[in-house]
């Protein structure tokens, strides 16, 4: 029985997505490399939020709990900016792409209970995250990125036939499911 590529194509676009793709299983390299470009802070949120290193659990971890899944999609958020520094454009796209992702983590969960999704950036479920005073207040709801669990983006959706770079003035943000 194959995968219903299109409809979850369908469904990604219905959601808010720009774009779609079947995940190459066989893309996801767990690379300690990526993993430790966390601790370098960039986005503020390494050690303070459940679903960042080093709460959310080794590469290990994530590579075993991956695993378990034989099929995923690519979803992404594509904008196009007035010129490189379009910030404003970047966190309109960011938080619509969040607002995308959880929406169809519900959606799929109906059908798929054991999804693992993996979205784009620090999960941005709360305005602040309770880590580490108290536990997660939504964790149907909460995420890892694709880089906590150690995945160069870039390289699972070329591996994957999906474009990650949509040319000048453009910024995509990735993130994926999987599902069983």
């Not at 960039?42 to 590579?63: D, L, Q, T, V």
């Not at 992404?76 to 900016?81: D, L, V, W």
């Not at 379009?86 to 792409?97: L, N």
């Amino acid at each position: 029985m194959g995968y219903p590529v299109e409809k979850l194509k369908a469904l990604a676009l219905a959601e808010g997505f720009d774009a779609a793709g079947e995940l190459n299983i066989q893309a996801l390299v767990f690379m300690p490399e990526v993993r430790e470009m966390c601790s370098a802070d960039k986005c503020g949120a390494y050690g303070k939020n459940w679903r960042c290193p080093p709460a959310c659990g080794s590469i290990e971890e994530a590579a075993k709990r991956a695993a378990n899944y034989s099929f995923g999609m690519l979803v992404q958020t594509i904008a196009h900016m007035e010129d490189e520094f379009d910030y404003e454009t970047i966190e309109k796209a960011q938080k619509a792409h969040a607002e995308s992702f959880i929406r169809m983590m519900r959606t799929l969960k109906a059908e798929y209970p054991d999804i693992l999704g993996m979205g784009a950036g620090t999960c941005r479920r709360c305005k602040q995250c309770t880590y580490p005073d108290a536990p997660c207040r939504f964790p149907e709801d909460s995420y890892s990125s694709m880089e906590a669990y150690g995945l160069w983006v870039s390289k699972v959706c070329e591996l994957s036939g999906v474009p990650y770079n949509y040319g000048p003035c453009t910024v995509a943000f990735t993130s994926c499911y999987l599902l069983k």
